[in-house]
């Protein structure tokens, strides 16, 4: 008997062995197959059409082998300071009072952070984020505060409803009805992620939220975690769309602890918004009238997308070029 179990137990232990040396063998094939593949960098992704003018702006930091950090917050200088654009900065749309209010954030590769919400007369909000991040021992300042802060370190103060947003509003007064709708511009964010030439991440993102809004309502933009995040070691990911409902799911965080599990960026975009769908379902609402889209990218330079419905791209600039893709959705498949 003590012989049988001697040998049961030698046989246990060889086994194990075994098993230990096979899966040290398999992780460090894993291992070095991804150390096979080149890193794409540097790379910048931006929300939306007007995302291949803020790439530009960013490609010209990051080809000179610049900080994420700066390429990001200049791609998105861009539409904040076109009046064209009716969704960032200057040119937004104002709330139902008739005033422009601004929300955006920022992130390093040190995780440092910095945000501005319902912030008036302030044509760069992203810069001003930039500055609350860097010069203050705050993460987010908000109204009166932000404006306040932001004069104080230089910034100029302007008007920012231009004619046409203006004329829009005094026909919405006419109705003073509040329906928004998916993929016009009516919210549509800026969010920008980018890796320069040393591997490492930045974000940004930046808006005037939704056409004739409470005065005071903020949406997911200026949130860390929700609107943007950045985890040097894994990713980072941004969020456009309906804000309460990327709030809702912590969005850009999520996507990224996804990728932490092992999720291509593009699979981490779309559980993400199936996240959303199940929760909207359960809610009762009606999906086709929601927008959401993520857009990723990992530290080995994939990217990815998606979104709840058709309507949604994004710019990508690499060294291969600029170009605009459309995002994958949802609704087509119900």
């Known amino acids: 008997m003590a012989n049988r179990r001697e040998f049961l137990k030698t046989t246990a232990l060889a086994s194990a062995a075994i098993a230990l040396q096979s899966f040290q063998q398999n992780s460090a094939e894993e291992d070095n197959r991804f150390d096979d593949k080149p890193i794409k960098k540097p790379i910048v992704l931006a929300t939306w059409q007007f995302g291949m003018q803020a790439n530009q702006a960013a490609w010209e930091i990051l080809k000179k082998n610049g900080r994420a950090l700066d390429a990001?917050?200049?791609?998105?200088k861009i539409p904040e300071g076109d009046p064209s654009e009716r969704s960032v900065g200057y040119g937004g749309r104002p709330d139902r009072e008739g005033r422009v209010t601004l929300d955006a954030c920022i992130m390093d590769e040190f995780s440092n952070i910095g945000s501005v919400a319902c912030l008036e007369y302030i044509k760069h909000p992203i810069s001003v984020a930039r500055?609350?991040?860097?010069?203050?021992?705050?993460?987010?300042?908000?109204?009166?505060?932000?404006?306040?802060?932001?004069?104080?370190?230089?910034?100029?103060k302007e008007i920012?409803?231009?004619?046409?947003?203006?004329?829009?509003?005094?026909?919405?007064?006419?109705?003073?009805?509040?329906?928004?709708?998916?993929?016009?511009?009516?919210?549509?964010?800026?969010?920008?992620i980018a890796m320069d030439s040393d591997g490492n991440l930045s974000g940004a993102c930046t808006t005037s939220g939704m056409a004739f809004k409470m005065h005071g309502r903020v949406g997911d933009s200026?949130?860390?975690?929700?609107?943007?995040?950045?985890?040097?070691?894994?990713?980072?990911?941004?969020?456009?769309?309906?804000?309460?409902?990327?709030?809702?799911?912590?969005?850009?965080?999520?996507?990224?602890?996804?990728?932490?599990q092992g999720l291509s960026p593009q699979k981490a975009c779309k559980?993400?918004?199936?996240?959303?769908?199940?929760?909207?379902?359960?809610?009762?609402?009606?999906?086709?009238?929601i927008q959401v889209g993520f857009i990723a990218l990992n530290k080995k330079g994939e990217h990815g997308s998606y979104c709840v419905q058709g309507g949604f791209n994004y710019a990508l600039h690499d060294t291969s070029g600029n170009r605009l893709i459309d995002a994958d959705y949802y609704l087509k498949d119900e």
Do not use: C
């Open 72 to 76: 990001v917050e200049a791609g998105v």
């Open 131 to 156: 500055m609350v991040m860097e010069k203050t021992p705050h993460v987010m300042l908000v109204g009166e505060g932000a404006l306040q802060f932001a004069l104080q370190q230089g910034f100029k």
């Open 160 to 192: 920012l409803l231009v004619e046409e947003s203006e004329k829009e509003w005094k026909e919405w007064l006419k109705t003073n009805k509040y329906s928004p709708k998916a993929n016009i511009e009516n919210h549509d964010t800026i969010g920008m």
């Open 222 to 260: 200026p949130i860390i975690g929700a609107g943007l995040y950045v985890d040097n070691e894994i990713g980072a990911a941004t969020a456009t769309g309906h804000g309460e409902e990327v709030i809702r799911i912590s969005g850009s965080h999520l996507v990224v602890e996804l990728m932490r």
């Open 271 to 289: 559980e993400a918004v199936m996240r959303i769908v199940k929760l909207t379902k359960n809610r009762n609402k009606e999906l086709k009238d």
